[in-house]
Every structure is written in C-alpha cells, then in structure tokens.
C-alpha cells in the first residue's frame, strides 16, 4: 500500500477551534467507515490555511473519492517516496 501526503487548502485552518478540528475529524471518520478498508488516516499537521494529511491508500482514486465525499478538498496528492528524521543520519 502506498502512503500518500494529501496538501488541502482551507482559509483559516490554523484558526479553527478545538471542537471544530474534533468535528472535522470525526465526519473524516464517518465518511473512511462508509468506504474501502484498504485507505486509513494516519494524521494530519494544521499549519496556516493548510491541512497536510497523510495516508495510505493503494490508488490516488480512492484519496480523491475520500476527498469528494468528505468535501475536503484535496489540492495535492503526493506519494510519499520515503520518510527520514535525525536517526537517518547514522551513529
């Protein structure tokens, strides 16, 4: 399976309230229920008027079809070709 970062572009995404980030993420709930096993939601960074999701799903089409029917937008789909953090570097 493929593990996609999903770029969505919300004005005022940094701003929004606990309870509506809460809100936000249970109709994202909802919506993955109601769909394909195969995609699951890892977590999300909230930063400006950006939401950066990350995923895994095995096509792009099934981020999309998520996107759609949540009516978040999905602005850039983007497969993650590799995940590195200080331990990368080596001893």
């Known amino acids: ?3 996609y970062l999903i770029e969505r572009e919300i004005a005022g ?8 980030l809460r809100d936000a993420a249970a109709h994202s709930n909802a919506v993955l229920a ?5 995609i699951q939601w890892l977590h999300s960074y909230v930063a400006g008027d950006k939401i950066y999701c990350v995923y895994n ?3 792009e089409d099934l981020i999309r079809e998520h996107a759609e029917k949540s009516g ?3 602005n850039r789909i983007t497969p993650v070709s590799a995940v590195i953090g200080p331990g990368t570097a080596g001893s």
């Open 13 to 20: 995404a940094g701003d929004m309230s606990e309870q509506a």
């Open 57 to 59: 799903a095995p096509s």
């Open 34 to 38: 109601t769909m394909s096993p195969d």
């Open 72 to 74: 978040f937008p999905a």
């Open 1 to 3: 399976m493929t593990q």
